[in-house]
Structure formats: C-alpha cells, structure tokens
C-alpha cells in the first residue's frame, strides 16, 4: 500500500512539473539563461522523482520554484495555468497514477484490476441509464462506484470486487425497467 501511495505522490508532482515546465517554457522560448534555468530545474526534479525510493521533497521544491518563477514573471499572462479545482487536479492524477502504478503492480494483479474496472464501468453505465432512477438510489450507485474507484487505485482487488457486488445489490433494489438499447 505504501508503494502505491508514493505512486500517487510522484503523479501529483509529476502532473504540476509538467504543466508549469511546459507553460514556463513558451515563455522564455527566446531568453538562452532562461531556458537552461528551466531545463536544469527539469531536470533535477525529474532525478528526484526517478530515485529509488523517490525524492519527494527535492522534486517538490523544485515544483514550488517552478511556481514561484511562473507567478513571479507571468502572474498575469492570459495562459498561465489556474490552480485546477480539487476533482480535476484528482482526475489529472489519477490519469498519471495509472501509467506509473502500471510500471509497479504484477501484470497477473493488474489486469485482474482491469477486468475489474471494466466490469464496474459496465454495472454502473448499465444503472445510470435505467429510466426513473430512484435519486436516492442513483446517489447509492455513484457513491459505491467513487468506493470502487479509489479501492482500484490503491491497487485494492478484493476492495474493488466487494464494491462491484455491492453495486449489483444496490442495482437489484430499483426494480425498474433497463433501458439499456
């Protein structure tokens, strides 16, 4: 679990690096001590976060230079990258928590945790096209699938499967038609 928690530190860190490198980037793309500032900070953020175990602290204070040069010198640029709100900055995340959690987890552990997310997007797609939905059970199906969500990303199998099973029970309660194609 610990592993996989640090996975989900170095995406974060690892998401915001890029962004701002890119964003910063563009801005000096004509300045040659500018550039070479970026690509050392780059650069030593990115041996940070490949050491074994990972350098949090280091990658992470060259992330908060990075933010303070991008705040200090284009605070005010129409492109500079906002503060995502907290369920995108999530989302962003996750997406690069896969890719590394992908590079950790068995092959045999990570496509059972595969077919686990496929099995829950398909029970819950199947649930939220269900017509007159009871809001209350809607609200259940979204909870559980959030459950589902987090337990696959901390590469919980057992977890996940227990919150399928309990979304094919919450499911089962509405007993109105599918509407399902």
Request: aromatic share 4%; with cysteine.
């Given at each position: 679990?610990?592993?996989?928690h640090?996975?989900?530190?170095?995406?974060?860190?690892?998401?915001?690096?890029?962004?701002?490198?890119?964003?910063?980037a563009?801005?000096?793309?004509?300045?040659?001590?500018?550039?070479?500032?970026?690509?050392?900070?780059?650069?030593?953020?990115?041996?940070?976060?490949?050491?074994?175990?990972?350098?949090?602290?280091?990658?992470?204070?060259?992330?908060?230079?990075l933010?303070?040069?991008a705040?200090?010198?284009?605070?005010?640029?129409?492109?500079?990258?906002?503060?995502?709100?907290?369920?995108?900055?999530?989302?962003?995340?996750?997406?690069?928590?896969?890719?590394?959690?992908?590079a950790?987890?068995?092959?045999?552990?990570?496509?059972?945790?595969a077919?686990?997310?496929?099995s829950?997007?398909?029970?819950f797609?199947?649930?939220?096209?269900?017509?007159?939905?009871?809001?209350?059970v809607?609200?259940?199906?979204?909870?559980?699938?959030?459950?589902?969500a987090?337990?696959?990303?901390?590469?919980h199998?057992?977890?996940?499967?227990?919150?399928?099973?309990?979304?094919?029970?919450?499911?089962?309660?509405?007993?109105g038609?599918?509407?399902?194609?």
């Amino acid at each position: 679990m610990t592993e996989l928690h640090e996975i989900w530190q170095r995406a974060e860190v690892s998401q915001r690096l890029d962004v701002l490198a890119g964003f910063v980037a563009v801005c000096v793309a004509g300045d040659e001590d500018a550039r070479r500032r970026l690509a050392l900070l780059t650069a030593e953020a990115e041996a940070a976060l490949a050491a074994s175990p990972p350098e949090l602290d280091v990658a992470a204070q060259c992330l908060d230079e990075l933010v303070h040069w991008a705040e200090e010198d284009w605070a005010d640029h129409p492109y500079r990258p906002a503060e995502a709100r907290p369920d995108e900055a999530d989302r962003q995340t996750r997406d690069y928590a896969k890719d590394l959690r992908r590079a950790v987890l068995p092959v045999v552990l990570h496509d059972e945790l595969a077919c686990v997310e496929l099995s829950l997007e398909v029970r819950f797609l199947a649930l939220c096209r269900r017509r007159h939905l009871d809001p209350r059970v809607r609200e259940d199906v979204f909870y559980v699938a959030g459950r589902a969500a987090m337990a696959l990303d901390l590469g919980h199998l057992e977890a996940a499967r227990r919150e399928v099973r309990r979304m094919e029970r919450v499911g089962s309660v509405e007993s109105g038609p599918c509407d399902c194609g």
